[in-house]
């Protein structure tokens, strides 16, 4: 019998019941799948993260915060390389290396997912 990798690894994560991690993969899959919203995507991906997490508003803001570290870097990456074949490859890395968007794109994210991390958590607990 064989299985997918990612199948045999999602259930060995929650067999153990490291809910964590699982909650951080769902809020960063939900803000792939959410990137056209800008400002509710992460919120909402940071709100699964939280109730996903089951442990409390505490542990919802860092499951909202990782998973929304991990977007801003996939975003972050994905613009960069984007807007460098797009507008000539040296002059997009350098554009926004300059521009600051690697600091803004990662806390954008991070602190969007954390605030739905948290209103995540707080459902959850509520419960």
């Known amino acids: 019998m064989t ?9 060995k994560i929650i067999e153990g019941g490291n809910m964590f ?16 919203l800008p400002v ?4 909402i991906a940071g709100f699964i993260a939280g109730i996903i997490a089951d442990r409390g508003p505490i542990t919802g803001l860092w499951a ?13 990456l ?11 490859l040296v002059g997009g890395f350098v554009g926004s290396i ?10 954008y994210y991070a602190v969007l997912g954390l605030v739905g991390g948290v209103l995540g958590g707080l459902v959850r607990r509520a419960k």
Do not use: K
Request: some cysteine; charged content about 0%; glycine content about 20%.
């Open 98 to 107: 300059m521009g600051g968007s690697i600091m803004l794109g990662f806390l």
């Open 40 to 43: 509710a995507g992460p919120i």
């Open 78 to 88: 994905f613009f960069t390389i984007v807007g460098g074949f797009v507008g000539g």
């Open 21 to 36: 991690l699982v909650a951080v993969v769902v809020g960063f899959i939900a803000m792939i799948i959410l990137s056209s």
């Open 3 to 11: 299985y997918d990798i990612p199948v045999v690894l999602i259930y």
């Open 64 to 76: 909202g915060f990782c998973s929304g570290i991990v977007g801003g870097v996939l975003a972050f």
